[in-house]
Each structure stands twice: as structure tokens, then as C-alpha cells.
């Protein structure tokens, strides 16, 4: 039976894969902040000249499908190895972010002001 994916195993994964290549010397936060740009970029390629209604059906083609996925999980890698190598908890990291959010960006009034409320109806 496999173990159930989680961030934690993966960048076990990651490191343990990076371990034995022997590519821990190149995998300094500068080096894995560019490289996280690079897959960024090439997921952006991807987008770049299609409509947003285009865009938004880019997963029916199942080979553009496959691209997307594809640089979506080297976005995730390098940001995982990013984190792994700063000691970053992303999860953490984008809880405390949400919450800062949350507070930098409250949810707006209804029209009217508060007391323009609608109450539900029984």
C-alpha cells in the first residue's frame, strides 16, 4: 500500500531524489528562486497569447493538458525545495499570508451600509 501524498513526504521526495544526484551544492536559495521564476515563466508561455476564453478551456486539449500540468508540478517543486532549504512551512507560510489578508482586506459592506443588511427570510 503507498503512503498518501502530503507537502512533507514530497519534499522528502525531492531531497532524497536531489541527495543522490549530488545536487544539494546548486540548490542555494538564489539558484532555486530563479529556477522557480523559469517554470513560472514557461507555465505563463503556455497562456500567453490566448484569449481568456481560451484560457479557460486550456485543459479540454489533452495535450496542452499535459503541458500545464507539467510545469504546474515544476512550480511546485522548486517552490518546495525553496522552502525545504529556508526551513519555510509553506503551508504555514500561506495560512499566516490568508489571515494577514483577511485583515489588510475585510469583506466590503452590502450597499447601504451595515444596517442595509438583508436578513434571511423564514
Known amino acids: 500500500m503507498t503512503e498518501p501524498l ?28 530563479a529556477a522557480l521564476s ?23 486539449d489533452p495535450g496542452t493538458a499535459h503541458r500545464v500540468t507539467d510545469e504546474v508540478a515544476d512550480v511546485l517543486a522548486y ?12 503551508l504555514t507560510a500561506l495560512d499566516a499570508k490568508i489571515a494577514r489578508n483577511e485583515q489588510r482586506f ?8 451595515p444596517d442595509d443588511r438583508q436578513l434571511p427570510e423564514f
Open 38 to 60: 523559469v517554470e513560472a515563466s514557461e507555465l505563463v508561455e503556455i497562456f500567453q497569447w490566448l484569449t481568456p476564453e481560451e484560457s479557460a478551456r486550456v485543459m479540454a
Open 6 to 33: 502530503d507537502l512533507a513526504r514530497l519534499q522528502r521526495r525531492l531531497a532524497a531524489f536531489a541527495a543522490a544526484r549530488n545536487w544539494q551544492p546548486y540548490h542555494t536559495p538564489k539558484n532555486l528562486a
Open 79 to 90: 517552490l518546495l525545495q525553496f522552502c525545504d532549504v529556508l526551513g519555510i512551512n509553506p
Open 106 to 113: 475585510p469583506e466590503p459592506e452590502p450597499e447601504g451600509g
